[in-house]
C-alpha cells in the first residue's frame, strides 16, 4: 500500500468512550500532521511531530492525545470527547519539517461523537 | 493571526468553460501558498505550490498565480472537465517555524456540468 492511509475511515463514539485514530505512511517522511475539518469552518492543524518528536500543540484540549512510536505511525488517542468534535480528522506526512516542504494527506477519519 | 478567505463559495460552470478562484490572505509576510483539491471521501492532493519569491506555477490546465503584497492568489483552470469537480482549499505557509503551519481556507465547490 502507497501514500497516507488513515484507519478506521469512519468512527460513531460516545462520550465516555475511548477510541484511537491511526495513520501510517508508506513515503519514507519523518514528519507527521493531524488536522481537524471540521463542518463550515477550515481545516486546523493540531499537532505536528518531527522525528518522532512533537514539535506543535496548537492549542488542542487534553481529550486529544497524540502519540508518534515511530516515523511511519501516528496516532490521536481519544476519550471523553464533546459533539462538537465531531469533524474530519486528516494525517499529513512531509519529507521533513521545513516550511518549503509539500504535505502528502491522508483520506481522513469521519468522527461523530453521540 | 493570519487569515485566509476564497471566494466564490461554490461555483457551477458548464464543461469547456476556463474559471478562476480566488484566494486571498491577511498577512503578506508568507513563505509559499498551496492549492489543493479535496475530493469527498477522500484526503487532500496538492495540486500546485508557489513560493514567496515567485508570481506563478503552472500544470497542465492549472495555473496559480500570487501576489504577495496584496494578499491575493488566483487559481485558473483551463477548459473544465467534468473531472475537475471537487473542493478547492488554499493553503499559506506564514514560515517563522521549522515545519510547515498551514493556515488553510474554507474551500471553493467546483462542479463542472457535462
Known amino acids: 500500500e502507497t501514500g497516507v492511509t488513515q484507519t478506521p475511515r469512519h468512527l460513531v463514539m460516545g462520550m465516555t468512550n475511548k477510541k484511537s485514530l491511526k495513520c501510517e505512511q508508506h513515503?519514507?517522511?519523518?514528519?507527521m500532521y493531524w488536522y481537524k475539518q471540521s463542518a463550515k469552518k477550515p481545516l486546523e492543524l493540531m499537532f505536528v511531530?518531527?522525528?518522532?518528536?512533537?514539535?506543535e500543540n496548537n492549542s488542542v484540549p487534553s481529550r486529544f492525545s497524540p502519540e508518534c512510536p515511530n516515523s511511519s505511525h501516528l496516532f490521536l488517542h481519544l476519550h471523553t470527547l464533546q459533539p462538537e468534535d465531531s469533524a474530519l480528522y486528516l494525517c499529513?506526512?512531509?519529507?521533513?519539517?521545513?516550511?518549503?516542504?509539500?504535505?502528502?494527506f491522508g483520506p481522513g477519519t469521519r468522527l461523530l461523537v453521540l | 493571526k493570519q487569515e485566509v478567505t476564497q471566494i466564490p463559495a461554490a461555483l457551477s460552470v458548464p464543461e469547456g468553460e476556463n474559471l478562476v478562484l480566488n484566494c486571498s490572505f491577511t498577512?503578506?509576510?508568507?513563505?509559499?501558498l498551496q492549492w489543493f483539491r479535496q475530493d469527498p471521501g477522500k484526503g487532500l492532493t496538492s495540486l500546485l505550490l508557489?513560493?514567496?519569491?515567485?508570481r506563478e506555477q503552472t500544470s497542465g490546465r492549472l495555473n496559480a498565480s500570487l501576489d504577495k503584497s496584496s494578499g491575493r492568489s488566483t487559481l485558473y483552470i483551463a477548459a473544465s472537465q467534468p473531472g475537475d469537480s471537487a473542493t478547492y482549499l488554499c493553503?499559506?505557509?506564514?514560515?517563522?517555524?521549522?515545519?510547515?503551519?498551514?493556515?488553510f481556507g474554507q474551500g471553493t465547490i467546483l462542479t463542472v456540468h457535462p
Open positions: 499529513a506526512s512531509s519529507q521533513e519539517q521545513g516550511a518549503w516542504e509539500t504535505q502528502y
Open positions: 513515503l519514507g517522511h519523518n514528519a
Open positions: 511531530y518531527s522525528l518522532e518528536e512533537r514539535v
Open positions: 498577512d503578506s509576510a508568507i513563505y509559499n
Open positions: 508557489i513560493q514567496s519569491s515567485q
Open positions: 493553503a499559506v505557509n506564514a514560515g517563522g517555524t521549522s515545519y510547515g503551519k498551514l493556515t
